[in-house]
Each structure stands twice: as structure tokens, then as C-alpha cells.
């Protein structure tokens, strides 16, 4: 058997490194490209060099979806009726995500507070990828903006509720037992210290401003996960929520949301 033979078949490696590897694109695009001298954001040079993110982004989700893709078979994607609950909740999820930067508008605010309301996230959200570095409509705009919808609605659900749902919450409940053993703790299998640990990590993987909403959102999908028991379920409550902010994102121009 070859190495690349026994990685296919570490079922732990198949739940970890989809999110790892999205993790480390990212430190790479906002923590190193940037500081690389042939970068530089000046109007006269090829986009690919004055604003490599975006590239950056498509080698993320080529990256992700194949790895996604070699280790498949070790996920438990089952249907269940549960999926439409899973379905709902997404959209009741990223309501609350969504409500800062909505009550900003509705407060009339000019410019984005301090104190109290800045801790709730209660700003404009406009800075952050919006595809206009091309022409809006051609081809090029349109190509990178599915690029950022397959990021979030299929490659990030994936990767984040495999790691956090079937992986964490299961090797919280078994971890200092055999090499392998928490993997007969039933998907979903409920305790107070996975719910606290799986969602606060849940919420500071993402920015402060969005901590409020990951609090939120998180505890929604860890009740999700114990209702339903069901992997598919929390993926499909993720894409949806994913799907209705980037057209969120897109329409009312918080580009900042993704």
C-alpha cells in the first residue's frame, strides 16, 4: 500500500484536513502574499499581482474540493427528513448573523460605532470581496463570483461541519481513550462541555465582528446536530445560510459579510 493509499484511509485525516487546508490558504493569502515584494497594489499592474486574493481564492477551492472528493467515502451523508429542519434553520441562523449590520441600516447610522454596538457587530460591512475588480456582468465577474459562492456554499459547509460536528464533538467524548475509539460515539451524541467547546471555537474562528453571530448561529447548529443526528442535515443548514448571506452580501453591497 503507498502513502497516498493509507492517507485515503485515515479516517481522521479524511475530517481534519479539508479545514485545515482552507485554514492555511487563507493564512498564506492575508499573511504572506501581501508582504511578497512582486505583489503590489498599484493601478498599472496585471490584476493577478495587484490584487492576488482572488486567485488565491480559486486555488483554495480547487485545493478543498479535491480533498473533499479523495477521502468522500468516509463521510455519513444519509438522507433524512431532518434535512429540510437542518434547511430552515439555516435561513433562521443567518437571520441573527445578519441583524448587526441590518440594524445598523435601520438606526440611519454614517459611520460604524463604538462601544456596546461595535461589540454586537452593528456595523456597515462594506469592505471585502465584492468580484468588481472585472466588469460587472462579463465574464470574468461572473466566474469570480461563483467561485466565491462554491467557497462558501459547498466547500466551507462541508469542511467546517465534518470537522466540527463529526469529528470535534466526538473526539471531545472519547479523547484520551485507544488511537480511533471516539469514533463509535454516535453522531450528534449530546454533553454540555462539546457544546460549550465546539461552539466558542466555532466563534472565534471567525472575526470579531461576526462573534455575536457565530454565538448565536453555532448554538443553533449544535441543536441542530443533536435533534437530528444527521451530518447531511447540518451541511445543508450551513450551504443554506451560506447561499442566502452571499445574496445578502451581494445585493444590498456588505461585501464585508464573505
Known amino acids: 500500500m503507498t502513502q497516498l493509499q493509507k492517507w485515503r484511509q485515515d479516517r481522521t485525516l479524511a475530517h481534519i484536513a479539508p479545514l485545515a487546508a482552507i485554514l492555511l490558504m487563507g493564512l498564506i493569502g492575508g499573511n504572506v502574499i501581501p508582504y511578497i515584494d512582486f505583489f503590489r497594489d498599484h493601478s498599472d499592474l496585471p490584476w493577478w499581482r495587484r490584487q492576488p486574493e482572488y486567485w488565491m481564492l480559486g486555488l483554495e477551492v480547487i485545493l478543498g474540493t479535491a480533498i473533499l472528493a479523495f477521502f468522500w467515502k468516509h463521510y455519513e451523508f444519509k438522507w433524512s427528513k431532518w434535512v429540510w429542519f437542518g434547511a430552515v434553520m439555516g435561513a433562521v441562523g443567518i437571520g441573527f448573523w445578519l441583524l448587526p449590520t441590518q ?125 437530528t443526528r444527521s451530518l447531511l442535515s447540518v451541511v445543508v443548514m450551513h450551504a443554506v445560510a451560506n447561499l442566502l448571506m452571499g445574496f445578502y452580501a451581494l445585493h444590498f453591497e456588505k461585501f464585508g459579510l464573505w
Request: glycine share 8%; hydrophobic share 55%.
Open 103 to 227: 440594524i445598523y441600516e435601520w438606526m440611519g447610522l454614517e459611520r460604524d460605532p463604538e462601544g456596546w454596538l461595535k461589540r454586537l457587530g452593528v456595523q456597515k460591512r462594506e469592505e471585502g470581496f465584492d468580484g468588481l475588480l472585472f466588469e460587472k456582468g462579463s465574464l470574468s465577474y461572473w466566474l469570480a463570483v461563483f467561485v466565491r459562492f462554491w467557497r462558501a456554499v459547498v466547500l466551507v459547509a462541508l469542511a467546517e461541519e465534518i470537522f466540527w460536528r463529526s469529528f470535534l464533538m466526538r473526539f471531545l467524548l472519547d479523547r484520551d481513550g485507544p488511537n480511533g475509539r471516539f469514533w463509535k460515539v454516535p453522531f450528534g451524541k449530546a454533553s454540555w462541555m462539546t457544546f460549550f467547546v465546539v461552539t466558542f471555537l466555532f466563534m472565534i474562528a471567525h472575526a470579531p465582528v461576526d462573534y455575536v453571530g457565530a454565538l448565536v448561529y453555532g448554538s443553533l447548529t449544535y441543536l441542530v446536530t443533536i435533534i
